[in-house]
């Protein structure tokens, strides 16, 4: 078992000066923090705290793909909350919502699964159609080679957000509302007293709060000093030269190889994948691994026959790894075993771009004890059992898994 830092019971400024006092303090200025922020800065006093840059963890290496009416499949509400805001938000500041086709290259099951895959969500008024490959040849000439696939399932409430830009605009927006976004300021633990959350330890002195969002990735159960099946992983992300131009081809996700990509507005060709555990936080390399670029090589060019030419241009990965679950859906609770007025907001599992503004909502509604405009029960602690552990094994929904 990790261990855990315990929480403080010294009394408030012991150290002998005041501190500054929040209504709500968020801790962790990703995604996850940020929605959060901004969701609450209108009617509230909020202090965002982040130990480097907003959206230095995952958020900023994050590939941008909102295909969340695909990867939330089980949870349409909220993929429709998160659809329907993207659309919305589009032109808010520097923020654009590029919406493109998803098209997920399927090897299974039949033809006739696809299609009633497809009429599903049809029924919940989402547009999804199941192509075969003459289908999908007619709507993208020439694009792809579907010779180890069934068919295709194309979600058209789909498309793709600079991560970073999508960060700093709800930044901005939360500072409009008020919210302090204080950067490079490490919180060390919680100030509990009597059962209850009164704060945060930070480097730079103590906070008091009576409600605390810990939103720190896969540090969150440390933070906040409760057990959660959550741990770090890795995704990967390359960028190709492709010599041709593809920025009308769509989103897609290859089934066979778990790859996926999406076009650059500089005419290259986005891939990414390439998931797994890291055993040991902290020992997350920052450098992509030979496995997930020989993925791209030999799978590239068999997919997509016009980039047979294609050049590895930039690659990347996440140094701090993103937070898994064992369902690949998020926690978004004030854990029982914790202090009361303790929300996290942890696991995103590779969409916390797509589901963030779900995210958001969902710690709102939990710090203020009003309902959201979407089932919450999903994204409990308690649905994994009392006796759940970190060290469980992985689920990849869409990543390749290349190993380290
Ligand atoms: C390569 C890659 C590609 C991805 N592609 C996609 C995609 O296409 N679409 C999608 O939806 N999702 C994607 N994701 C997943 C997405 O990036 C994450 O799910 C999401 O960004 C996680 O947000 P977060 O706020 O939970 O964590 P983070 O962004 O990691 O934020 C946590 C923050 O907490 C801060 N912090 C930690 N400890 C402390 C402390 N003690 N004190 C103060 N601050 C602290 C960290 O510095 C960090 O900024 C991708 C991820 C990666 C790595």
């Known amino acids: 078992m990790r261990g855990y830092t315990t929480h403080s019971h010294e009394p408030i400024g012991a150290v002998g000066i005041e501190p500054m006092t929040s209504d709500i ?13 901004r969701e609450l800065a209108p009617d509230h006093d909020v202090t965002v705290l982040e130990r480097n840059e907003i959206a230095s963890g995952a958020t900023g290496h994050a590939s941008g793909l909102v295909t969340v009416v695909a990867d939330y499949a089980e949870r349409r509400e909220a993929a429709r909350y998160s659809i329907e805001f993207f659309r919305e938000y589009d032109g808010t500041g520097q923020f654009s919502f590029h919406e493109l086709p998803f098209v997920q290259l399927r090897t299974t099951p039949e033809l006739s699964g696809l299609r009633d895959e497809a009429a599903d969500f049809r029924d919940d008024g989402f547009s999804v159609t199941a192509h075969d490959v003459a289908a999908l040849e007619d709507r993208y000439p020439n694009v792809f080679d579907l010779s180890v696939h069934t ?62 969002v810990v939103a720190a990735g896969w540090r969150t159960p440390e933070l906040a000093g409760v057990e959660l099946p959550v741990r770090p992983f890795r995704y990967q992300t390359a960028n190709l ?3 041709v131009s593809v920025t009308d081809y769509p989103i897609a996700w290859d089934q066979e ?38 993925l791209i090589a030999r799978t590239v060019p068999d997919r997509l026959p016009a980039l047979t030419d294609a050049r590895l241009a930039t690659d990347n990965t996440c140094p701090s790894g993103d937070s898994a679950t064992p369902d690949h859906l998020p926690i978004i609770d004030s854990p029982p075993n914790g202090p009361s007025g303790l929300v ?61």
Do not use: Q
């Open 257 to 294: 190889s778990r790859l996926y990509w999406r076009p650059e507005h500089n005419g290259e060709l986005h891939v990414g994948g390439g998931a797994y555990y890291v055993s040991e936080p902290g020992s997350i390399r920052s450098t992509t691994v030979e496995g997930f670029k020989r």
């Open 344 to 404: 996290v907001a942890t696991g995103l599992h590779g969409f916390g771009i797509m589901a963030g503004p779900a995210i958001g909502r969902a710690i709102r509604a939990l710090v203020v004890e009003a309902d959201a405009p979407f089932p919450l029960e999903p994204y409990r602690c308690d649905r994994f059992g009392p006796n759940a552990s970190w060290e469980f094994p992985y689920i990849a929904p869409t990543a390749a898994e290349t190993g380290p």
């Open 25 to 37: 303090l968020i801790v962790g200025g990703g995604i996850a923090g940020l929605s959060a922020a």
């Open 151 to 212: 068919g295709a399932v194309v979600f058209d409430d789909a498309g793709w957000v600079d991560p970073y830009t999508y960060a700093a605009t709800l930044a901005d927006e939360a500072r409009n509302d008020g919210a302090d976004v204080r950067t490079n300021t490490e919180v060390t633990g919680l100030i509990v007293d009597d059962g209850a959350v009164r704060g945060v330890r930070t480097d730079d002195g103590d906070r008091r709060a009576d409600r605390v």
């Open 241 to 243: 030269e492709t010599g």
